[in-house]
């Protein structure tokens, strides 16, 4: 099959180049006998614009030609790279396929049972790898099995877990955006206070509950900061009775931007108050 393959691939390789000879010979004969033509008909006559334009068609020409040479280069040598390399995946296969039938029949001298399949084979092979390192084939070989079925029962227990995760994870994002919404998630996404709040407790605890929680500490931190807020006004206004002025004014220190309430209490420590 290969080799009708690489003869196929040859054959293809001599049409093309003959393409190329017929096109090269068509392209010149022609290109002579336009020449030809031009100066039999036009004779003294054609002016150098024609000339120029007959040289620029031939000029064309020979780059189509080129560039077709090129695509045709390039699709063989990606052919013979296809070729070779079902080539190498046949030959190891066949080596493979080989060296297990070369053991089926033969008794393994560990066991004294006769090999029959490739599982049998692997079975001899990894005893014989035991032997070769000194220590007991059929001692090792069952510590080899146990250490297997170990490693598959991990592997499930841990598969097991992480579905067991991502279906905790999006049920918890569910209910997040019923109570809430995408917009808030997104926003609370680059939130670092929020962020360093929630480390640790991601997966563990509902996001629902953990932005609840954050929100207390915020409203807790909040009223605390105004109380302070108004106490620096207090003590920085110049005249007695500062906080009844403060308070006449009835500033929503709750509702107030952070920029307007950093810069308020910067008036107070200034001394802008009055």
């Known amino acids: 099959m290969e080799n009708n393959e690489e003869i196929e691939s040859v054959n293809n390789l001599e049409v093309a180049e003959q ?3 017929v096109e090269s010979t068509t392209t010149t004969n022609t290109t002579e006998n336009t020449v030809e033509n031009v100066d039999t008909t036009e004779g003294s006559e054609t002016n150098g614009s024609d000339e120029t ?12 030609n080129k560039y077709a040479r090129l695509a ?8 013979k790279k296809k070729i070779e390399q079902a080539r190498k995946e046949a030959y190891e296969q066949g080596l493979q396929q080989g060296k297990v039938q070369s053991y089926i029949g033969k008794q393994n001298p560990y066991t004294g049972e006769t090999i029959k399949d490739e599982y049998d084979v692997q079975e001899y092979l990894d005893m014989y790898k035991i032997d070769s390192s000194g ?11 146990k250490q297997k079925y170990r490693e598959e029962a991990e592997k499930k227990v841990k598969l097991d ?4 995760q991502k279906k905790w994870y999006e049920d918890d994002t569910k209910d997040f955006l019923e109570k809430y919404s995408q917009e808030k998630l997104q926003e609370l996404s680059k939130d ?12 563990k605890v509902s996001l629902a509950n953990i932005y609840e929680d954050y929100q207390k500490l915020i409203s807790k931190y909040q ?38 309430f950093e810069k308020y209490i910067q008036k107070a420590k200034d001394g802008e108050l009055k």
Do not use: C
Request: charge should be negative.
């Open 19 to 21: 393409e190329e000879v």
């Open 53 to 64: 334009n007959q040289k620029e068609e031939i000029k064309q020409t020979h780059e189509d």
């Open 72 to 79: 045709r280069k390039q699709a063989e040598e990606e052919a």
């Open 135 to 145: 220590k007991d084939p059929i001692a090792g070989y069952r510590e080899l099995q």
């Open 161 to 164: 877990e992480e579905t067991k």
């Open 192 to 203: 670092e206070d929020f962020n360093l709040f929630a480390s640790g407790k991601i997966g």
């Open 223 to 260: 009223k605390k900061s105004v109380e302070t807020a108004k106490q620096i006004v207090a003590n920085n206004t110049v005249t007695p009775g500062a906080i009844e002025e403060t308070d006449s004014q009835e500033l929503d220190w709750n509702s107030m931007s952070k920029e307007q």
